[in-house]
């Protein structure tokens, strides 16, 4: 570097200092990229440019990277550690062509590496955004271009709080060297690809140009499938097509979306605020595999769980914070209302009604807007569930959206659609106690003002937030393996919907929600909530309740139910310290010591967090809850009870494991409570231990509820093998009523039709109902013996009498 460079730099140190703030992505480039500090590292540029570089030095410190401007020492010689692919374009002209001195160093380090077999030096492709507009359709120009002086002096100054310093995964010039060789040609491709990559990753970071209304209504009149519906709609109304046309206009501007990049700018500024004071931090997980996806020109799909109001905000503020563009978001009109739809609308969203079923008109106008946008590559985002779950489980998907999805696919795009599962959890979700009434029978309140206003009132310190990013699902490689020959039905002017849709959906649905729960995140709030709700008195002593959530730690982390989820880093006594504060539980002092418990109402809410995270302790509970009722049973007695059972809790939990991969799970859950010596194991026989009994009986009744539950309609049915499905459903709704109130069960979801309907659905799937919905009788009558002999005598005496002809019986 010459001396004129070096006090250049000097000189642009200050200003810098003072005008740029870089937001530098990932955050912790050493852990998501997966860097070796030990071996060497070289920073590649898409552009020489001294502002570039300063601002990478400033972040590539802060993160405890090397700097970029030191020399890297390798076998005595020296080399530069950066190296740019393109030159800065000056006020007079762009200079075109890869610059000499970058393919020299790039030549001379390959050769480095034909000369010592041991060295492998990390090529990290680094880019400086500044400013993230993507630029409106009608302007011909980019926004994120090259920039010469002038501009890049007037970027700083108007977008330094908005500079995004881009790391990529590196690139292992030992990898190069092995299998495509060392000459100039070689170094000559890899600056090429480089410069291909930096282009998308522009693309990823901002997102295609934005569409004008007008013009994008223009383009939806004029598609074939409108046109055509409209013209039928007038034929069979008897109207004047301009009216039917005017009313599709009227349906587009209720719907489309009004994306304003500095809405979203100014936005990202206010909720970093809002989430600094609602919560003591937020947690992101697997991000890096999204990055990747968007830069390699996936049209991504996000389908959160849907749990609060606030998923629409979190999750965009993550997007945009780790360096992706907010999604276009679909949000039900019910949102729609002054002053929070104008801003949501220009935040993203695109408003669906409720229902439109026999609307023909207005399903072809929002399906024909949905292939729009995945035309045009903006990212999309629908809430599969339908509505915010109120329990806190995860609900049966909706599959509306996801065959528009695949419908859309079926016009033609030409990019890879992937579906991006997203686990979104709270130690505190603001709404819970409406859900409890709600559940309890209070109407939902319509969303308005006054509703925003009372909420904001509320405003405190809600503890931690998480965002998990699932395992993606490519839909094209899904129809691959599953529909050979779908690309056969591809029309880019008739929306299609083959016989093969219908199952497909449905089967990828399961897998979507299934998805979503591997990526769950446990915390402090939902294990004290699992540990206390399974204490009878919902009360424990602090020692006993750290006890506990040990047990449930040990087993999230020597069995993990999926390499996806999340486990606190943090030990149990943490966990409750930090519980504690959130204000949720009674805490009371004797001479013994401290007793953390649960009033009645409380006790209802924490249903509500334990239920975000009972699937991964479902298949532990149930092997610790038959071992408790049979005292000692051998291992393929244990097998044969969980895979009877373990279809159930599989269709109502979304378990992630199959068939075959059962028997390896029970085997690794039954080592790991050896290893915890809750259960004792003697040759093949496995027996409880009487000096843990405590610990085992609170994992084992976990599933208690749900087994009580499965219990009373297996019992229904064995009594009458003919009863209806809808009567099944209906009395064993009714049933679990009573139940809940005479044993003190206060978790809403123990009579929610939905797992009912759930259980009859699986049921039939199973085998145990007939085509026309009859009992079977031999495997209801095994199932039924099993279930109850897993419930206590109590609960069972109680199904028992509720279910005698007498004056007490439910007449339905």
């Known amino acids: ?173 030992r990898y190069m060297a092995d299998n495509h060789g060392t000459d100039d040609a070689i170094a000559q491709k890899l600056a090429r690809v480089a410069k291909i990559h930096f282009s998308r990753q522009l693309l990823a970071t901002s997102g295609p140009r934005l569409p004008d209304r007008k013009q994008l209504f223009k383009r939806l009149l004029a598609s074939k499938a409108i046109d055509k519906v409209v013209q039928e709609e007038a034929l069979s109304r008897q109207v004047p097509v301009e009216k039917v046309r005017r009313e599709a ?28 004071k609602l919560y003591q931090g937020l947690n992101i997980t697997n991000a890096q595999r999204i990055r990747r996806l968007a830069q390699d020109g996936h049209e991504i799909v996000y389908v959160p769980c849907h749990r609060s109001h606030m998923d629409y905000l979190l999750l965009s503020y993550v997007l945009y914070q780790e360096g992706l563009v907010p999604p276009h978001i679909a949000a039900g009109i019910n949102l729609n209302f002054f002053p929070a739809g104008p801003i949501f609308r220009r935040g993203g969203a695109f408003f669906i009604r409720r229902s439109f079923k026999g609307d023909r008109l207005y399903s072809t106008v929002f399906r024909e807007y949905l292939a729009q946008l995945f035309a045009k590559g903006y990212s999309v985002e629908y809430f599969s569930e339908g509505g915010r779950s109120r329990t806190g489980r995860l609900l049966p998907a909706k599959t509306g959206m996801l065959s528009m999805t695949i419908q859309a696919m079926l016009r033609g795009l030409n990019r890879p659609v992937t579906l991006v599962p997203v686990y979104i959890g709270y130690e505190h979700v603001m709404e819970v106690g409406t859900y409890a009434k709600e559940l309890q029978g209070k109407r939902k309140e319509k969303e308005n003002v006054g509703q925003v206003l009372r909420t904001l009132r509320k405003l405190r310190n809600f503890g931690k937030g998480y965002v998990n990013f699932g395992e993606p699902l490519s839909l094209n490689q899904y129809l691959n393996d599953n529909v050979p020959d779908w690309h056969q039905d591809i029309n880019p002017i008739e929306p299609q919907r083959p016989s093969w849709l219908s199952p497909v959906v449905n089967d990828l649905a399961v897998k979507m929600m299934t998805h979503i729960n591997d990526a769950a995140a446990t915390n402090a709030l939902t294990l004290c909530a699992l540990a206390l709700l399974s204490s009878r008195q919902r009360a424990l002593s602090r020692s006993s309740l750290e006890q506990q959530i040990e047990c449930y730690l040990e087993l999230l982390r020597n069995a993990p139910y999926s390499k996806h989820c999340t486990t606190p880093k943090d030990n149990a006594t943490q966990l409750v310290d930090h519980a504690i504060t959130m204000d949720k539980f009674l805490v009371e002092r004797d001479v013994l010591g401290e007793i953390i418990s649960l009033d009645r109402e409380q006790s209802i809410l924490m249903t509500y ?86 610990p085992l009986q609170l994992l084992a009744r976990t599933i208690t509820e749900t087994l009580q539950r499965y219990a009373i309609a297996l019992t229904l049915l064995n009594a009458e093998p003919q009863l209806p499905k809808t009567d099944l459903e209906q009395q064993s709704q009714v ?18 039709k939905g797992v009912f309907s759930t259980l009859v659905k699986t049921l039939r799937n199973e085998g145990y109902l007939n085509n026309e919905c009859h009992a079977v009788t031999q495997p209801v009558e095994k199932l039924a013996d099993l279930l109850t002999s897993l419930v206590s005598p109590e609960v069972k005496l109680t199904i028992q009498a509720v279910m005698q002809p007498d004056e007490e019986r439910i007449n339905d």
Request: net charge neutral.
């Open 609 to 694: 967090y334990r239920n975000n995270i009972i699937h991964l302790f479902a298949l532990p509970s149930l092997i610790a809850h038959i071992v408790i009722q049979q005292q000692s049973l051998n291992r393929a007695e244990i097998h044969q009870k969980v895979e009877l059972l373990y279809p159930f809790l599989k269709a109502e939990l979304f378990l992630r494991f199959d068939a075959e991969q059962l028997p390896l799970e029970i085997d690794r859950l039954i080592a790991e409570l050896v290893r915890q010596r809750l259960l004792l194991l003697d040759g093949d026989t496995i027996a409880i231990n009487n000096t843990r009994i405590g």
């Open 1 to 173: 570097m010459s001396s004129g460079q070096k006090i250049y730099q000097q000189l642009l140190k200050l200003p810098l200092s003072i005008l740029v703030k870089p937001h530098s992505i990932p955050s912790d480039p050493v852990a998501d990229l997966e860097l070796d500090l030990a071996r060497p590292i070289v920073y590649i540029l898409p552009y020489r440019s001294n502002t570039d570089l300063l601002t990478l030095r400033s972040s590539a410190l802060a993160s405890g990277l090397p700097d970029p401007l030191s020399l890297l020492e390798i076998n005595g010689q020296s080399f530069p550690r950066f190296v740019c692919v393109a030159e800065n374009p000056s006020v007079f002209g762009n200079k075109t062509g890869l610059p000499q001195d970058s393919i020299t160093l790039f030549s001379d380090l390959l050769e480095l590496h034909k000369q010592d077999s041991e060295l492998n030096i990390q090529l990290i492709p680094a880019s400086i955004l500044w400013g993230r507009a993507p630029g409106k359709e009608s302007k011909n120009k980019p926004i994120l271009r090259p920039l010469n002086g002038p501009k890049k002096t007037w970027a700083i100054v108007g977008h330094g709080r908005d500079c995004l310093v881009r790391l990529s995964t590196p690139v292992s010039l």
């Open 735 to 752: 049933l679990a009523q009573r139940l809940s109130r005479l044993h003190g069960i206060n978790a809403p979801e123990f009579f929610d």
């Open 249 to 276: 206009i009227a349906m587009m501007e209720e719907i489309a979306a009004d994306f304003s990049y500095p809405l979203i700018k100014n936005g990202e500024r206010f909720l970093g605020w809002l989430w600094n």
